[in-house]
């Protein structure tokens, strides 16, 4: 596969730039594997479309605020996105204007009552730095009180009345120099709609965007119809939307994510596996997960560890036999995945039928369901 093959046209308008009024009312394209045929159903009625004895395997990661605003202390306004904590005080981050962001140099964040200091500490690849936070810093706390949710870049809704630590409001004309961060784009809503109701482990810079449509009365429904419930954890990083950069798809290589999954989920797999019945895994960082942990014994191992498997075309998937997922940019590495699962020419055909039927795109848009 190369890189021309995950092109597709799609108007601008049919990308969500916000969520439906309600999680559940997305549209659901139902994606036949096997004949390629589709049918467009409402995501409600998902419980129908599966099976008594199906197991649904969610993943219960909690996406954090991560992304911040401050000033170097020179002078100049910055952006920080906090991916990960490496050891305590110590986070890689992606500087905005990356170009300033020398070894050495100081930030400040927060408020005029709470100011958090940090310094570049050292590079740590291509875009990416390591902040020291200074001495009984509460990270976590920063984010949840001037943190902001880190949407992706293709949702673009300036907003206004952003505070800086200088006391400076910002409005939505700033960010829109090449030398200067932004747009603005997280609103307070995000804080719960761009957030799973299930989410419970902090640690995500992205939300798995397939369980954004459940509520809790769905899956209760879920449940009543006799489908067994179990969840893994993937922290969502940046590289799973890392555009694919290589002609070849098979020279791109991901970064490692760190997942852990229950022992009960592991032997509940286990038995379904065992007796015919289907592992329906929501959104591709479940497919990741199960994958993964597969690939040595054939079966799913409970435990910690980290995924760093690129499933292209061709990989025999040991764990998964239909997926929950959006609808994915072109050029990423989750349209591969999905391409993989279904077949590429069936995957581009349902999702022309579904840009001729206006369905939403990308991480607030509708589902589809790979049967």
Do not use: C
């Amino acid at each position: 596969m190369r890189l021309a093959d995950l092109a597709y046209e799609l108007a601008p308008e049919l990308i969500a730039q916000a969520p439906a009024a309600e999680r559940d009312a997305a549209r659901l394209l139902v994606l036949d594997r096997a004949t390629g045929g589709a049918a467009h159903r409402a995501f409600r009625d998902l419980p129908a479309l599966l099976r008594a004895g199906d197991v649904l395997v969610l993943n219960d990661t909690k996406v954090v605020p991560a992304r911040l605003y401050g000033r170097w202390e020179s002078g100049g306004r910055v952006e920080a996105l906090l991916v990960r904590e490496v050891e305590p005080g110590l986070w890689e981050a992606m500087l905005k204007p990356a170009a300033r962001a020398h070894t050495g140099r100081r930030l400040v964040f927060g408020g005029e009552e709470d100011i958090a200091r940090a310094r570049v500490a050292a590079h740590a690849g291509p875009g990416r730095r390591l902040l020291r936070f200074g001495e009984g810093a509460d990270v976590r706390a920063l984010m949840d009180r001037h943190g902001r949710m880190p949407l992706p870049p293709y949702i673009r809704r300036p907003t206004s009345n952003v505070q800086h630590p200088a006391s400076k409001t910002v409005g939505p004309e700033f960010g829109r120099g090449t030398s200067d961060v932004g747009p603005w784009t997280a609103e307070p809503a995000d804080r719960e709609r761009y957030q799973t109701v299930y989410a419970r482990e902090e640690g995500a810079i992205a939300a798995p965007t397939a369980g954004l449509h459940f509520t809790e009365a769905l899956l209760g429904e879920v449940a009543g119809a006799g489908i067994e419930v179990r969840r893994v954890t993937l922290h969502v990083g940046a590289g799973t939307f890392r555009p694919i950069r290589a002609e070849r798809i098979a020279d791109h290589r991901m970064d490692p994510e760190r997942y852990s999954i229950p022992e009960a989920t592991a032997q509940a797999i286990k038995a379904a596996r065992a007796e015919g019945r289907r592992v329906v895994a929501v959104g591709t960082t479940v497919v990741r997960t199960l994958e993964q942990s597969a690939l040595g014994s054939g079966e799913v191992q409970a435990g910690p560890a980290e995924a760093t498997l690129f499933i292209t075309p061709g990989h025999r998937f040991r764990i998964v036999d239909a997926m929950l997922t959006n609808f994915h940019l072109p050029n990423s590495t989750p349209l591969v995945l999905v391409a993989a699962l279904a077949g590429l020419a069936r995957v581009k055909a349902a999702y022309a039928g579904a840009v001729a039927r206006r369905y939403r795109f990308y991480s607030y848009g509708d589902a589809m369901l790979i049967l």
